[in-house]
């Protein structure tokens, strides 16, 4: 389906091509009987396909006329039907009329299921509640999901009986929570549209069930909902699926996904971290890196330059990942992100056994992180702890660790007290051989973070560490399942694992780190 052409010359019904094309599509989507794919020119049209979909809209008087044709496979024309829209009309009635004539002649050379379907289809929305839930899929699409939200916020106020904006706003904030009280707020869009629940075709009622199943920490169950979506319509949750896929540890399922897919159509603009990542745990490096090369992200185009960095560090290659580091280090910015990047690109030498050479890497980042701050006075970020932990200084960590339990420093997304800074105290402790402060730590985080609350995977993942460090494995192993039944992604295993490499060849470690495989 190709975007509508204007050619009544007025700008302002731009939008409208893309909302008759997307309304259409979502009418075949809903049949389950078709694969529908969007298209921004014929020359992207890929291989393979049964049908194509173009159409214009134009003025007539003070009406608005919708013609559409339908050319097969050899662009012969299969047909061709107009629709027109008159004064005070919303529009969107006229593109469903084209819809469900467009069903009609598929269905008499394809399936006749689709006729039937289509004199059941329901009304549909009012024209602005769905151009605003359009927009917000196209801001979900370009990573920006406050002003998606918004989107979706004033289409469902438009349209009180137009559910799908509501399911959207549900996902954004059971996914992406930016506020404690956004978890709230998808549990009751959720519960509303349970209510509704008959109203919805299958495959958003399998949405519904995925933002259900996140909401009560349950990846398997996310997974499962997303895999039977994907299957009616893979453009739309073909990345969800995937990236579902990657948090149960299902990593060469992620992979194929994600080769099903066009990264320019990908609904979510992490498709790139989750392809690199993907190959990443399945130690396939040399492919990962060809992916991060390739890589276009849309809305920080500085993430290429880390995926690659993230590669060579598991290669070894430290002529090549210094190149990369210093490109980084002359972008915008760089400056201060520069010692960020040793210290993580540190850590996946280490991961991966180059210990001297993150040994080296941590030092510069430590000389490099002392001239910043004789040249800034004052200046703190939030890596800087973590960094002298990794190069071995652990009384300057401590130290600044300590702080951290105070104040938030700059940068630093964590609030003081939250369990990544108390696991990082604990974890130096430990490491200095105070086990029983380490002990108390890790009791601190036990009581402060019970099941349900904010924070409280980060919680156990910090105590797993501890006891790690602590030489506890029976122990540790028992908190990371723990943290993985109760939402934990399965790659945090890798992730965070610099203080989990005491584990490695401990057996239940082992079967634990295979167990999704």
């Known amino acids: 389906v190709l975007p509508f052409r204007n050619e009544t010359g007025d700008s302002p019904l731009d939008p409208l091509g893309r909302v008759a094309a997307d309304w259409i599509a979502q009418g075949l989507v809903r049949t389950e009987l078709v694969r529908v794919v969007m298209a921004e020119s014929a020359s992207a049209v890929p291989a393979g ?98 002003t998606a939200a918004q989107h979706y916020e004033r289409a469902a106020a438009l349209d009180t009986s137009f559910l799908l904006p509501r399911l959207e706003l549900a996902s954004i904030y059971a996914f992406l929570p930016y506020q404690r009280e956004d978890n709230q707020k998808a549990d009751s869009l959720a519960e509303l549209l349970q209510r509704s629940r008959a109203r919805l075709p299958r495959v958003q009622r399998l949405h519904l069930d995925a933002v259900q199943a996140q909401l009560q920490n349950h990846p398997g169950g996310v997974y499962e909902a997303y895999r039977r979506a994907a299957e009616i319509a893979p453009e739309r949750y073909g990345y969800e699926f995937a990236e579902a896929a990657l948090r149960v540890g299902q990593y060469q399922q992620a992979v194929d996904a994600l080769r099903r897919i066009e990264p320019e159509r990908a609904i979510a603009r992490n498709y790139w971290w989750a392809f690199a990542s993907a190959l990443h745990l399945l130690a396939r490096h040399e492919e990962e890196l060809s992916v991060a090369r390739r890589a276009r992200p849309p809305s920080f185009p500085r993430e290429r330059l880390r995926y690659q960095a993230r590669a060579l560090a598991a290669l070894g290659r430290m002529d090549e990942l210094n190149a990369v580091l210093e490109e980084n280090a002359k972008q915008a910015g760089g400056e201060w992100t520069s010692v960020g990047w040793m210290t993580w690109a540190g850590d996946e030498l280490l991961i991966h056994g180059h210990r001297e050479l993150a040994r080296q890497l941590y030092e510069r980042g430590v000389a490099q992180w002392q001239f910043a ?49 108390l696991g990082g105290l604990a ?13 108390r730590i890790a009791r601190v985080l036990e009581e402060q973070w019970k099941l349900g609350d904010s924070g409280r995977v980060s919680a156990l993942m910090s105590r797993a560490k501890i006891a790690a460090l602590l030489g506890e494995r029976e122990q540790a192993v028992r908190l990371l399942r723990q943290a993985l039944s109760e939402g934990m992604p399965h790659y945090s295993l890798h992730f965070e694992a610099v203080d989990l490499l005491g584990l490695r060849g401990y057996p239940p470690f082992e079967a634990l780190l295979q167990a999704a495989q």
């Open 427 to 439: 974890a130096v402790t430990a490491r200095q051989g105070h086990r029983d402060e380490a002990r």
């Open 373 to 421: 701050a004789a040249e800034r006075p004052g200046l703190r970020l939030a890596w800087v702890p973590q960094l002298y932990y990794r190069a071995g200084r652990l009384d300057t960590a401590r130290a600044l660790y300590q702080r951290r339990q105070t104040e938030s420093l700059g940068g630093d997304s964590q609030a003081p007290g939250s369990p990544e800074a």
């Open 49 to 146: 396909r049964s049908a194509l979909l173009s159409g214009a809209y134009s003025r007539h008087g003070d009406s608005l006329r919708f013609s559409a044709r339908v050319e097969g496979p050899d662009g012969a024309v299969l047909g061709g039907m107009e629709a027109t829209s008159p004064p005070g009309e919303d529009p969107l009635l006229a593109v469903e009329r084209l819809r469900q004539r467009f069903m009609g002649l598929l269905a008499l050379r394809h399936d006749p299921r689709l006729a039937q379907w289509a004199a059941e289809t329901p009304d549909p929305p009012a024209y602005t509640a769905y151009s605003e839930h359009v927009a917000g899929l196209e801001k979900y699409s370009e990573g920006n999901h406050v």
